[in-house]
């Protein structure tokens, strides 16, 4: 009897215990049924979230408030404030943290998550309202995820916006690419998707709730990972104002300003000599004074042990967590400010407002992210259900984003699309073929599907040969003589090359541009051995030198897919059989082998004639390219024309004449801060763009609109982009798309000085092949 009732004890026990598992419950702080929390102020939701914070912040030990300023801040029991862990990933999907305490597991019911295409090639779509609703399928995930009791934490480590400055970079993939206003726009979009926001901006601002939190990194610079033994941790970027002012900073702006992010994540290297972390200037005076930034700063991690281990830039560990904190910065991914936070305050380099000061920030975003409002089922975004992680919607989505990334680069007499009738046979070479997790790139979670490109390919033609190639992605050996038997039999062939991880990764730059090992000894002799011209497929996130398979006449496709993510291959089957119209365009130059001789330490993006120094990207490289920034075909033809243009001489007032000084006059511009907003405002104007699909399929073809200078020199760059628009033309349809630009916005650089100037004199707007000409008498 006593022993049936105790079976039975615990057998109640164990469906409890069943149960709490199954339906795990996300943390959270003041919940409404312990009484003790009733009377905290910091649990009043109706009271304004400073004041909630600063009640909370009176509440701590100096050994509470120091625990709370590293990635896992442990929780605060007498407090009922569970354990926050600040550090999760969301570059393109929610994504794992190998072998740290993560924010965010997959070990409960969710097992997977979206696996959105590498940033790269989502930015090549050229279309923010695709990456927007990216962003928010990835923020309802996460949200998804919380719910399920599967987070720790809701703040995203996301997104990457350094400029990708170099093509040999091993994160350029986890960028959008060159350009400042392209990776601004892109910044935007994602950080108003996954936070929450409306693509138009403005909704946060009601009540600052936040989806899930972003993070604009790596503040500032950051564009050098390991690179012939010169690492990340001792990087010195020596910047100059004019390149920090038009190219490294502006992303930051616009995703702070803008978009409104709620994190910021300072780089490891120092600019100028100062590290990120400990600049004062950078973190307080720019982001949070002049941008308004509103969030919490977190380093990279160790950043702040590398200050005095390896920078050598502060005297001790108390000096640099000093420094830090004094500097802006509110939580150490590392846990240098737990070890050294104390000692600091004890030899009084360090006052305890500043901790304050940092707690304020951090537990602001916490509030926000209504983890302080009790159960959060009962609250607004409670209701998000973990079906909403890898829905339907979401992997069509995934679809969509990797169809509109990938860029055709030739296709010589109309080789693609392939017929689905009459190809009989196909050939499938190359290490990147039967592939599935290389998709991915870097930062990935658990896919929900995975199909590799042999997989999508024989879903449209049974009758197919498949040949690896080579031994690994690196082709140190290679299988011709196999690879060509399956070709020459075969009507047509498709070489999937490329790179992965092996190749180009955080904490791993290439020293060369062109296809590793022997992977270009295969194509040729590939090419010439198949009965027709071959496809070549390149998945790579940074750029490649093949110069040869371009002239190459036995090549007469290329396909670039970056690495497009879960739903990847799918899209390139579908472009090459003809079911998608490709339409990418390049986010980043194809520089030839030879760029290799510039130091990747060099930073400057202007040239320097005199030394050879070629200068970077677009907007400033001057030297011969394989492909150009925006480039890319399609199965249709597009023609555009200047249909309008509001405004075509733009007049800078007669008395703003006097304030000119005579330095700035005689270099035929003028300083933009010298203009008021009323004459800025009244200079915007509108330009209307005619596109015509000449082609016999359907397309989503990006607009791009540039400007050229008429004046050159000084610094200024070849041509620079300053709108960009993706239309939907069906075949043989003509539209129109509408820019809205302000000459104080889109018409300036920047000088030596880097201040924002606007040149006098003419201006070139461009589109494809297009000019259209407009004045400034200022
Ligand atoms: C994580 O830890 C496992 C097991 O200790 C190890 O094999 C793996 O290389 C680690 N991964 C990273 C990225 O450090
Ligand atoms: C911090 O202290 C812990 C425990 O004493 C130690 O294991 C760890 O190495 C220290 N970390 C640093 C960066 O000094
Ligand atoms: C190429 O990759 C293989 C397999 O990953 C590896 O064993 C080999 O060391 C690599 N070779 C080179 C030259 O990197
Ligand atoms: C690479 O070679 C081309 C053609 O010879 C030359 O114009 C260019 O300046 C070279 N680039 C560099 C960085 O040396
Ligand atoms: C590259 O530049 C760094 C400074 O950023 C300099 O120390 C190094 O000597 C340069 N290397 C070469 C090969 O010019
Ligand atoms: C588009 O292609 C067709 C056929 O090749 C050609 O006749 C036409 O001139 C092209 N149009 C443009 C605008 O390039």
């Known amino acids: 009897m006593k022993l049936r009732k105790l079976n039975l004890v615990s057998s109640i026990l164990i469906s409890f215990l069943v149960l709490l598992a199954e339906t795990a419950q996300p943390p959270f702080a003041c919940d409404s049924s312990n009484p003790k929390t009733k009377s905290y102020a910091f649990c009043k939701t ?98 998804g995820m919380y ?98 002012a038009d190219t490294y900073q502006p992303p930051f702006e616009s995703c702070i300003k803008e978009g409104r992010a709620s994190g910021i994540m300072c780089a490891y290297n120092r600019v100028n000599g100062v590290p990120n972390c400990a600049d004062y200037d950078l973190l307080s005076k720019t982001a949070r004074g002049q941008w308004g930034f509103n969030g919490y700063i977190v380093s990279d991690c160790d950043a702040v042990s590398i200050i005095y281990e390896k920078q050598r830039y502060a005297k001790s560990p108390e000096d640099a967590v000093a420094d830090v904190l004094k500097a802006g910065m509110d939580v150490n991914c590392g846990d240098y400010l737990k070890n050294y936070t104390g000692a600091a305050v004890r030899e009084k380099k360090l006052p305890v407002s500043e901790i304050d000061r940092a707690l ?32 339907k919607e979401h992997q069509n989505l995934a679809l969509e984003a990797a169809r509109a990334g990938i860029v055709l680069l030739k296709n010589t007499d109309k080789l693609l699309p392939l017929s689905k009738t009459r190809t009989k046979s196909l050939a499938i070479i190359g290490p990147n073929a039967n592939v599935a997790e290389t998709l991915q790139g870097n930062y990935k979670g658990p896919p929900c599907k995975a199909v590799t490109p042999l997989q999508a390919l024989q879903r449209y033609i049974k009758n197919t040969k498949y040949d690896q190639g080579c031994d690994s992605v690196n082709c ?43 992977q270009q000894e295969l194509i040729s002799a590939i090419a010439r051995a198949a009965k027709k011209p071959v496809i070549l497929v390149l998945l790579c996130g940074g750029p490649v030198d093949i110069s040869f398979a371009k002239y190459d006449q036995h090549i007469g496709s290329i396909l670039w897919a970056g690495y497009p993510g879960e739903a990847g291959a799918l899209a390139l089957a579908e472009i090459i059989f003809g079911d998608h119209n490709p339409g990418g365009r390049l986010p980043v130059t194809w520089y030839p082998q030879n760029f290799t001789r510039v130091n990747m330490t060099d ?29 890319g075909l399609s199965y249709s033809n597009y023609s555009y024309e200047f249909i309008s243009v509001s405004q075509t001489k733009l007049y800078f007032s007669q008395h703003s004449r006097d304030h000119t000084s005579k330095n700035s006059e005689s270099k035929g511009y003028k300083l933009v801060s010298e203009m008021s907003a009323e004459l800025c405002q009244n200079g915007k104007f509108q330009v209307k763009v005619g596109v015509k699909n000449h082609g016999e399929m359907a397309g989503k073809h990006p607009v791009l609109l540039f400007v050229r200078q008429g004046t050159v020199g000084d610094g200024r760059p070849n041509k620079r982009l300053i709108g960009f628009q993706r239309i939907n033309l069906n075949a043989r349809e003509r539209a129109q798309v509408e820019f809205e630009l302000s000459p104080c916005e889109h018409l300036t650089w920047a000088n030596k000085d880097g201040l924002l100037v606007m040149d006098e004199g003419s201006n070139f707007l461009m589109v494809g092949d297009q000019e259209y000409e407009i004045s400034n008498g200022i």
């Open 603 to 631: 930073m400057r993006m202007r040239p320097e004639p005199s030394s050879g120094y070629p200068g970077r990207t677009y907007r400033f490289y001057q030297g011969p390219k394989v492909f150009e920034f925006g480039f």
């Open 147 to 244: 719910n399920a009791g599967q987070a720790q934490g809701m703040t995203f480590w996301a997104p990457n916006i350094n400029i990708y400055r170099d093509p040999r970079w091993g994160r350029g993939q986890e960028t959008p690419g060159e350009d400042p206003l392209l990776t601004g726009k892109y910044a935007i979009s994602y950080v108003r998707g996954i936070q929450g926001d409306s693509f138009e901006g403005g909704k946060l601002g009601v009540a600052d709730h936040l989806q899930a939190s972003a993070c604009c990194k790596h503040f500032t610079a950051y564009d050098l990972d390991s690179w012939k033994g010169i690492g990340r941790f001792v990087f010195d970027a020596r910047v100059s104002l004019q390149d920090l």
């Open 46 to 143: 109706t009271l304004p979230i400073s004041q909630r914070v600063q009640d909370l912040i009176s509440r701590l030990t100096l050994d509470e408030k120091i625990s709370q300023l590293v990635n896992a801040a442990p929780a605060i029991p007498r407090l009922g404030i569970p354990a926050y862990v600040w550090w999760s990933e969301a570059l393109h999907g929610v994504a794992f943290v190998a072998n740290v305490t993560s924010g965010i597991n997959f070990d409960g019911k969710i097992r997977s998550a979206t696996s959105f295409p590498q940033v790269i090639l989502t930015a090549a779509s050229f279309d923010a309202n695709l990456w927007y609703r990216i962003a928010q399928a990835i923020g309802i995930e996460a949200r």
């Open 476 to 518: 140190s050996s290679a299988f011709i003589q196999e690879a060509v038997k399956i070709a020459k039999e075969a009507d047509h062939v498709v070489l999937v090359m490329g790179l992965d991880l092996t190749q180009e990764r955080e904490d791993f730059d290439r020293e060369n541009l062109v296809l590793p090992g022997k």
């Open 360 to 391: 304020h920030n951090l537990f602001s975003v916490r509030m926000r992210l209504g983890l302080f409002d009790g159960n959060p089922a009962k609250l607004h975004f409670g209701n998000i259900g973990r079906e909403q992680v890898c829905s």
